[in-house]
């Protein structure tokens, strides 16, 4: 009996200390304030991820230098700019060490982008005939780069881990052949050209929201998000959706969702850009409120 009571307390601390591991490894997301769980640091994922996508750089077929590709090039350098402003305004600049942004097109005719930690964004040529417009595309651009700086590849990583090795969660555990191999499954571009482990649900409409208020920081219109995910709808009636959206929320769910937060991102366009919007805080695990002369803070509300 006395054993018996032995084992349980120690299920219960190996519980306990598990569960506070976790808990201490919480953070939180920009903008949107939730919270998730980061068990890897952001070199150890980098280092990871890097190597993943120079690998992929060696052999994609890039376009370069053609119109397409400067806008590519420009949508993206605009967004992250303006990421970058917005965090400066707001404290949060020691963020800006772990994104060294890239913004690549790619000449294959798929449907389809994904994007890597610290900043690298690859848009496939067959979206640009759905995109038909800068706006449309700095959609898809925000999109991918809120993927980034919500930091959804960690948490996906994390969630693995804590899945399945449970208290072997301490640091380090990427850098040893298991976390290589957790990280093998989430950035799996080999085999299948440009294709990454799914995002979950949640995250991908969370890329949604943060994806058009960086676009809107900008000063692309957030708007042309909801004429955008009606031609992806059009474009995969008759056959398999496009590989984007092969597991993205339906498009009906996507569109209703933009329709029911574009009136708090159209604070963020135009005339409220990023001067207006220093006293909207982004949450992170150390944010503390943010506080200007003339405003009070205000609370910040898953391609």
Known sequence: MERKKIIQSAKFSFIMIVTLAILHACGSVPFTGRQQLNLVSNEQVLALSLQQYQDFIRTAPLERSTSNAEMVKRVGSRIANAVETFYKSNGYESELQYYQ?????????????????????????????????????????????????????????????????????????LGNSVGAQIGQQVFGLGAQFGVMMPYARKQEYEADEIGLIVMALAGYNPQSAVPFWTRMAQSSQGGAPPEFLSTHPTDEKRIARIQQIMPNVLQYYKGTGVQNTINKPIKTKTSVPVKTDNAKTSKDWTF
């Not at 690298?120 to 995109?131: A, Q």
């Not at 919500?150 to 996906?156: G, K, W």
Request: net charge negative; hydrophobic share 50%.
């Open 101 to 173: 942004w890239e913004f690549n097109l790619v000449k294959d005719k798929s449907v389809n982008a994904f994007a890597m930690p610290g900043g690298k964004i690859v848009i496939f040529e067959g979206l640009l005939p759905v995109t038909q417009s800068e706006d449309a595309l700095a959609v898809v651009v925000g999109h991918e780069i809120a993927h980034v700086i919500a930091r959804h590849s960690q948490e996906r990583i994390s969630q693995k881990m804590a899945l399945q090795y449970g208290g072997a969660i301490a640091g380090g555990l």
